[in-house]
């Protein structure tokens, strides 16, 4: 069965320390692997994929193939970055699976 | 291009009426999904369509939920005699077809039963 997990609900965080929130994933083959964001009030964003290895908002993930992970990193975190973090693999089936996601909380 | 649209944002019905959500995707994107988010919890798919077409009803509940994709107009979630557990936020998103594209969500739906 497919199936995500993001171990923390909630991470606290000081302005300008660094920042991981875990994923681990289970599936069969290899799936796609997604982070998608929600600031408050606002519509779930995609914040980056990792089929095209980008970086948006200073935010990175590392696929661990061996240990089905896909934590998303960001060394030096920021207010504004405050937000509910989803983590979705994607399989042959093309729908995406999410986590229960972690809130974020950056505190000056 | 106006993204996914959803409407209405809010929407408030009594135990046993009849609640219809209703989802624009992008222009160009051929896939809709609907999503349900409750309080504490994360996304829970529900059904994923093309135009005309169920691909996977998975995540539906097997009594009172509907939904459809038109050929023409929006895709539309249906959930008839609403219960106080429907209450929920729910989620389209689209897609074009294939892998690694990832969806673009609309703003959501807040049902909330009375």
């Known amino acids: 069965a497919q199936r995500v997990t993001q171990p923390e609900k909630l991470l606290s965080v000081f302005k300008g320390a660094p920042v991981e929130l875990k994923c681990n994933y289970s599936?069969?083959?290899?799936?796609?692997l997604f982070w998608y964001v929600q600031y408050s009030r606002q519509r779930l964003q995609l914040l980056l994929r990792?089929?095209s290895r980008e970086s948006i908002k200073g935010f990175t993930a590392d696929l661990n193939k061996g240990e089905t992970s896909f934590h998303l990193k960001k060394p030096f975190a920021q207010e504004e970055d405050s937000a509910m973090y989803y983590c979705a693999p994607q399989g042959g089936s093309e729908k995406l699976v999410f986590g229960k996601g972690t809130k974020l909380t950056v505190n000056p | 291009n106006a993204g996914v649209m959803q409407n209405p944002r809010h929407l408030v019905r009594r135990r046993g009426q009849e609640a219809r959500l209703r989802c624009s995707p992008m222009k160009g994107h051929s896939h809709v999904y609907w999503y349900r988010q409750l309080p504490e919890e994360g996304l829970k798919f529900m059904v994923y369509?093309?135009?005309?077409?169920?691909?996977?009803e998975s995540g539906m509940p097997k009594e009172r939920f509907s939904a459809e994709f038109p050929k023409e107009g929006p895709s539309i979630l249906r959930i008839q005699q609403v219960v106080r557990g429907d209450s929920a936020a729910y989620f389209c998103?689209?897609?074009?077809?294939?892998?690694?594209?990832?969806?673009?969500f609309g703003s959501g739906t807040r049902l909330t039963v009375v």
């Open positions: 369509l093309q135009k005309e077409n169920i691909i996977d």
């Open positions: 599936y069969s083959g290899s799936p796609e």
């Open positions: 990792h089929i």
């Open positions: 998103a689209s897609s074009p077809p294939g892998q690694g594209f990832g969806y673009t």
